[in-house]
C-alpha cells in the first residue's frame, strides 16, 4: 500500500493528520476561550461532551490520530536520517531560507507530546476518564472551572502550559504550510501564501491560549472559579443530579468551606451542610 510503503504516502498521512490534528487545536482553543467569557457556559459544554458515546467515539479518533502522527513523524525522521547517511554530520550550517523549526519538528513534537500528558493528567484523567471507569472524584466530572482552578492553583501549570504553547506555535507554524506542501501545493505561488495564512492562523490561536493561561492563573489564584455564586449554584446542580443518579454514593461534597447558617445555597440539597 503506497501510504505506507512509499516516502510520498507517508507524507501525505502526515499532512491528513495533521490538518485534522490543526482543525481540533482551533476547536479545542475555541471552547476554552468560553470559560473566559461565561464559565458556566463552558462547565454546559464539559458535561455535553461527557462520557456520552459520540464524545467517546471523538476521543478514540483523535487518539488514534495523534498515534499516527507520532509513528509516521518518526518513520520518516528515520528514513530521512537513514538516506543520508553520514553526510548530515559534514555540514554545520544550514542553508538560507531552511527555518529553525522545519529541522527541529521532531523535537519540537516531542516537547509537545510531554505537554499533552501533562494536559491529560490534569483534565481528561479526571474528567471524562473518571466518568467512563464510574468512579466518583473530588468534583463533578462536568464541573471544569473546578479542574482548572485546582490545576492552575499551582504555579508550575501556567510554566509548563507557556513552554508547551510555544513548542506548538513552532511545531504548527511550519506544519501548517508544509501540510499542503506536501498534497502537492509546492509552487513559488501558494507556499508563500500559505505561509502567510498560517503564521495569521497559528498565531492567533496561540495568543488566544496565552491569554487564556494568564486568566485562568488570575482567577484560580483569588478562588474565583468556587466561590463566584453563578458558579457555585452549577456545581450544586451537578452534585444533586450525581447523587440521584447514584445514591448509594453518600452526600455530595460541599464546595466552599461554609458553615449551615452561612451557606450561599440553603436549601441545598446536595450540601451535607443541611442534611
Known amino acids: 500500500m503506497w501510504l505506507t510503503s512509499s516516502s510520498v504516502g507517508r507524507k501525505f498521512v502526515m499532512a491528513l493528520t495533521g490538518a485534522a490534528l490543526v482543525l481540533f487545536i482551533t476547536f479545542h482553543c475555541l471552547m476554552n476561550s468560553v470559560a473566559i467569557l461565561w464559565p458556566t457556559a463552558y462547565n454546559a459544554v464539559c458535561e455535553f461532551l461527557g462520557a456520552n458515546w459520540y464524545a467517546l467515539i471523538a476521543s478514540a479518533g ?6 499516527i502522527h507520532i509513528i509516521y513523524a518518526c518513520w520518516l525522521t528515520l528514513q530521512n536520517r537513514a538516506a543520508r547517511g553520514h553526510e548530515r554530520y ?14 527541529n519538528m521532531l523535537v519540537l513534537g516531542i516537547v509537545v507530546v510531554a505537554f499533552l500528558i501533562v494536559h491529560l493528567i490534569n483534565f481528561w484523567a479526571k474528567m471524562q476518564l473518571m466518568e467512563v471507569l464510574g468512579i466518583e472524584g473530588e468534583f463533578p466530572a ?4 473546578l479542574f482548572i482552578e485546582e490545576a492552575f492553583s499551582c504555579w508550575l501549570t501556567p510554566v509548563i502550559y507557556i513552554i508547551g504553547f510555544i513548542a506548538l506555535w513552532l511545531h504548527m ?13 509546492d509552487n513559488t505561488t501558494w507556499i508563500p501564501r500559505l505561509k502567510c495564512i498560517g503564521k495569521w492562523w497559528v498565531g ?24 463566584e455564586p453563578a458558579l457555585v449554584e452549577q456545581y450544586a ?7 440521584l443518579v447514584n445514591p448509594m454514593d453518600g452526600a455530595a461534597p460541599c464546595f466552599q ?19
Open 173 to 185: 507554524n511550519h506544519g501548517f504550510w508544509s501540510m499542503f506542501q506536501s498534497v502537492g501545493w
Open 237 to 243: 446542580e451537578m452534585a444533586a443530579t450525581e447523587a
Open 62 to 67: 483523535l487518539a488514534l490520530l495523534i498515534l
Open 257 to 275: 468551606n461554609c458553615d449551615k447558617a452561612a451557606c450561599p445555597q440553603t436549601p441545598c440539597a446536595a450540601c451535607p451542610n443541611n442534611k
Open 142 to 145: 462536568a464541573a471544569g472551572t
Open 204 to 227: 492567533i490561536v496561540m495568543v488566544l491560549f496565552f491569554i487564556q493561561v494568564g486568566v485562568f492563573t488570575y482567577n484560580a489564584q483569588r478562588d474565583y472559579y468556587s466561590t
Open 90 to 103: 559534514a555540514v554545520t550550517s544550514r542553508p538560507a531560507g531552511v527555518e529553525w523549526a522545519s529541522k
